[in-house]
């Protein structure tokens, strides 16, 4: 398994030295939200060190995609995963199939979501966790649609834009910082949004 995800990731960014990096970005992005195991994050990355006047345009397209992706993640949930009381052709053929996708995770998401509800989302756009595992858990528990497109729009869009902004603001220096600590960026991100989240609902609450 290790060695096919590192050839897919050798494919991904090989397409940052052809003409087409830009439509490989949106269609990896769009892909990413619902099925592919490697995170745009690493075409992005490329493509602005190659044209950091760019960077933020790659951000929105990877915002634009990968919305877009979240939203037939949500679908392939709500309407094509389960057969009566249990899982359908789809939902197996994800167990079984698709990397960083199994049952027991799907279940444990199902707790996340029955704890936290939809905010749960706002750190699934964030976090290494593999966002498609979210979108599609999202619209199989029936998760309100308005709130789960806001929170995968805002942290995803905030996620790729930061590391926009990494680029644009440290070039090529910070790439290594990037692949090293991105994780940990990504969390302490995460925790900050979604602290401020429920400071502004405590503080409308009362």
């Not at 509800?117 to 290494?128: E, K, S």
């Not at 979210?134 to 998760?143: D, E, L, P, W």
């Not at 220096?173 to 302490?188: D, H, K, M, P, S």
């Amino acid at each position: 398994m290790f060695k096919i995800l590192r050839r897919l990731y050798d494919w991904v960014l090989h397409w940052a030295k052809t003409p087409y990096g830009t439509m490989a970005l949106f269609l990896l992005s769009l892909s990413e939200a619902s099925f592919f195991p490697i995170p745009p994050d690493v075409l992005l990355i490329a493509l602005a060190l190659g044209s950091r006047k760019q960077s933020y345009k790659f951000a929105l397209i990877c915002s634009i995609a990968s919305i877009i992706g979240a939203i037939g993640g949500y679908c392939i949930g709500n309407y094509l995963w389960w057969a009566g009381d249990g899982y359908n052709e789809i939902a197996l053929f994800f167990f079984n199939h698709v990397p960083g996708f199994s049952e027991s995770v799907f279940l444990d998401i199902k707790k996340q979501y029955d704890y936290y509800g939809f905010i749960i989302t706002f750190t699934a756009g964030f976090t290494p966790i593999p966002f498609k595992v979210f979108t599609i858990s999202a619209g199989a528990f029936n998760i309100s649609f308005p709130l789960f497109l806001l929170a995968s729009s805002i942290s995803r869009s905030a996620r790729f834009f930061l590391v926009s902004f990494l680029i644009v603001k440290y070039g090529e220096q910070v790439e290594g910082f990037i692949n090293r600590y991105f994780n940990l960026l990504t969390i302490a991100f995460a925790i900050l949004l979604i602290g401020s989240y429920i400071l502004l609902k405590f503080i409308i609450g009362n």
